[in-house]
Structure formats: C-alpha cells, structure tokens
C-alpha cells in the first residue's frame, strides 16, 4: 500500500520568502510523485510530477520539488512567495498502475 | 494539454432524490477514470475506479448501490448520487487517465453538491 505524509496542515510565510512544503511517501515500488494545488472552490491544478527521471523536477509557477530516495522524500519549494500562492497544497503518491493517493494537504498562507 | 471537464460545476437537490456528476476527457480518450470526493478543509478520498465497458471498482467504505458509477464510452463516466442525503454533500473530483501510466491522469474541475 502506499501512503503520503505531509507535514504542517498550516504553512505561513512572508511575502518574498522561501516555501518549503514537506511530503513524504511511502511505497513499495517505485512512485510516482506528484505536487497540485487548489484554490478555494476550484479543482486541482498539477504543479510538477516525478516520474523516475531526473530527480530535480521543475514545475509551474516557480515551484520545483526533489525526490529524495534515501529520506523518502518529495519536498515543495518555491524561492520567493507571492500572495497568489496562497492555496491549498496536496501531495500525492502512484506506482504508475494504481489511483493517486493523496496526502491531507498543507494550506499555504502568505502575509504582505 | 488535455482537458477533462466535469457537469455540473455546483448542483443543489433535495434530499431523497438522485443527481448525475459527468466526467469528460475532452481531447483524449481515458481508459480509466477514477471518482474522488473531498469534504471541506479536507484530503480527496478515492471512491471508485471506473474502466470502459466494465463494472466500478469501488473502494471500501463507498457504498456502491449508492454511488452509481458508469463508464460507458472512452470519454465519459458518470457518478449517480442515489437517494441522496445532506451527509452526501461534497465535492467531488473526477480524473482520467489516457494510459494508465502514472503520468497521463488529469483531473476535472469538480462538482459541489449540496443536499438540502
């Protein structure tokens, strides 16, 4: 079974400062790993994936993420904040052949 | 890039009666869609996982006489919610998947239903 844990229900920044959104997963083969995000009232949108090449992925909006084997690890990342990144974040896990599992999500505020 | 689009966007019914969710993959045809449902500030839960021509796979828990879920052609899947309860109310995502890969799943916009 697989599973995704991400760390922070609740992530405040400041305005122009670093994001860091945690997620680990857990999976017997290896995953698939992907970062969406969700503005209030609206549907998914897929900020980048991981699908075993390079382990560096760049995605939409500055966002770019890792794939840390060795700790498990997807983490989210974003140089510089901006107010438009306010959302809700969710992390989620495949093995190619089986749904998305997805973590609880971490709501991003960002203060002016 | 590919689009899936689901109707109705919001849906308000009384409870008791039944209402229809449709998932379209718009410009590509998905072998497998799959039903996900969201309460307020919370996780999306998998419900079902549906292929063409072939019965609902449901997850456990979802009760599968009362969410009624049909595949019949590579562009559309529905979700009936059957006599439906204020407990019903959600929002619910749909996503498709052209090939199963892990990489080719987009998801629908999702629909809020409200029962009153």
């Known amino acids: 079974a697989q599973s995704v844990t991400q760390l922070g229900s609740?992530?405040?920044v400041s305005e122009g400062a670093l994001v860091l959104l945690r997620c680990n997963y857990s999976s017997s083969v290896p995953p698939y790993l992907f970062w969406y995000v969700q503005y209030p009232n609206q549907g998914l949108?897929?900020?980048l994936k991981y699908t075993s090449a390079a382990t560096l992925v760049?995605?939409?909006n500055g966002f770019e993420a890792e794939f840390k084997k060795s700790e498990t690890s997807f983490h989210l990342t974003k140089p510089s904040a901006h107010m438009s990144d306010a959302a809700e974040y969710?992390?989620?896990?495949?093995?190619g052949n089986t749904p998305l599992v997805f973590g609880k999500g971490t709501r991003l505020s960002v203060i002016a | 890039g590919a689009v899936v689009s689901q109707h109705p966007s919001w849906v308000i019914c009384k409870s008791g009666t039944s209402v229809k969710i449709e998932c379209r993959s718009l410009d590509f045809q998905a072998t497998t869609m799959f039903w996900y449902r969201q309460f307020p500030k919370q996780s999306l839960m998998l419900m079902a996982t549906s292929n063409e021509g072939s019965k609902a796979t449901y997850e456990q828990g979802v009760e599968k006489d009362k969410f009624l879920i049909n595949h019949a052609s590579l562009t559309l899947s529905t979700l009936t919610v059957t006599s439906a309860h204020p407990e019903d109310s959600s929002f619910y995502i749909c996503s498709?998947?052209?090939d199963m890969t892990g990489n080719t799943i987009y998801f629908g916009e999702g629909s809020w239903l409200t029962v009153v």
Do not use: D, P
Request: glycine share 6%.
């Open chain 1, 10 to 12: 609740h992530v405040s």
């Open chain 1, 45 to 47: 949108q897929l900020l």
């Open chain 1, 58 to 60: 760049k995605g939409i």
């Open chain 1, 90 to 95: 969710f992390c989620a896990v495949s093995s």
């Open chain 2, 96 to 98: 498709a998947s052209r």
